[in-house]
């Protein structure tokens, strides 16, 4: 996620950036095998966005791939069984974010946030590092049964077992507040100020800030089966394949194009939005982008192809690939798309502004 701290240049132009995360997708961040999505982003069953397999946030072990006209609408994810492993993370670690706890073992997706990072053990309890200006790593006490994670500006969300839905951090514009009697959730999404949430009804639900209407769902939206938030904006991808989105007004700036979904696009399993790019991950296993591209963030190169997850930094992108290796592009100024040689056997991938995260499955 970018930080409303940071300015980037976007189309020639500096703007604070507020990048979130999943799933999804991603950013937020799902369980990887079970629904789509991510942060989580994503999608998010996270942050992370893995659709008709997981969401914005984490990406999952591969799956057998699903035709367009039958992505189901997700249920409550389950972690149980989930490959488990520890946390790889690069780039930008001015806050700490990529300082992987020593002891960290078992964790079934991450999320990466602004400048924080987030991490899904599978016990349900959830594990926090980095930039804490607004106590967005201090985890509730005594909160557990987590099925997601998500990691936005500077708060978090996490996903309960029971389809609730828990907050942290700055809620300034009330982004880390759930509506009162939000349930029946099943992903979860956070962004640079906004949230969303996808119930078992195929509906989702927006809180936080609107300043350009990012929380204003489209009226009659329905069958969505994985949400993802970017910066000032929100996707949603339905369950015959095809993105909807909305928001990115920027009244007072050059418009990015993130909310003018590509012609034509369908076929989509996954979805991931960025600070002010997105990533559509279709079922051929190919990866679709658009969007700002200054830093090449959206040409995805051709060796993403046979892509199992997707996942959208500030200004870079990330794609996992079957055999468990990552491909990265965009900018990399600090590293953010100089993957590790320690990234192999990968289960997992997040993004947050200027770091990237993944699980490397315990014993590779």
């Given amino acids: 996620m970018a930080t409303r701290r940071q300015v980037m240049t976007r189309l020639g132009g500096p703007i604070l950036v507020a ?28 942050s992370a966005s893995f659709a008709a397999t997981q969401s914005a946030g984490s990406a999952a072990t591969p799956t057998a791939t699903l035709a367009p ?3 189901p609408i997700p249920t409550v994810p389950s972690i149980a069984g989930l490959p488990a492993g520890k946390v790889v993370a690069w780039g930008d670690d001015s806050q700490g974010q990529t300082d992987v706890p020593a002891a960290l073992t078992g964790v079934v997706a991450v999320s990466g946030g602004d400048q924080f990072s987030l991490a899904l053990k599978s ?8 930039d804490d200006e607004s106590g967005q790593i201090d985890v509730p006490a005594g909160l557990k049964n987590v099925v997601a994670i998500s990691g936005g500006g500077q708060f978090s969300l996490a996903l309960k077992s029971d389809g609730t839905v828990v907050g942290w951090g ?9 509506p009162s009697g ?11 100020q906004h949230s969303l949430a996808l119930k078992s009804d195929g509906t989702v639900v927006a809180w936080g800030g609107n300043a350009n209407g990012e929380s204003d769902v489209p009226v009659g939206l329905k069958n969505v089966v994985a949400i993802s938030a970017g910066l000032d904006f929100s996707l949603a991808l339905k369950s015959n394949g095809t993105v909807v989105a909305w928001g990115d007004k920027f009244p007072t700036d050059v418009p990015t194009g993130v909310v003018k979904v590509p012609a034509g696009l369908s076929g989509v399993k996954a979805i991931y939005a960025g600070y002010a790019h997105n990533l559509a991950l279709k079922s051929d296993g190919t990866v679709h982008g658009w969007g700002a591209d200054g830093d090449g963030q959206v040409d995805v190169p051709d060796v993403a192809a046979g892509v199992v997850a997707v996942a959208a930094g500030g200004n870079f992108s990330l794609a996992l690939k079957s055999d468990g290796t990552i491909v990265a592009w965009g900018a990399s100024g600090q590293d953010q798309t100089t993957v ?11 993004a947050g502004a200027t770091h990237a995260l993944a699980i490397v499955r315990q014993g590779t």
Avoid: F, R
């Avoid at 799902?30 to 998010?44: D, I, K, L, R």
């Avoid at 590790?340 to 997040?350: M, S």
């Fill in 19 to 46: 990048l979130l995360a999943v799933s999804s997708a991603a950013c937020n961040s799902v369980a990887p095998s079970q629904t789509p999505s991510n942060s989580g982003a994503s999608q998010t069953t996270s």
């Fill in 69 to 71: 006209s039958t992505l």
């Fill in 123 to 130: 016990d349900g309890t959830v594990v926090g590092w980095g």
């Fill in 170 to 178: 700055d809620s300034t514009d009330g982004q880390a507040t759930p």
């Fill in 182 to 192: 939000l349930s029946k959730v099943v992903a979860i999404s956070a962004a640079g």
């Fill in 340 to 350: 590790p040689a320690a990234a192999v056997g990968v289960a997992a991938i997040d």
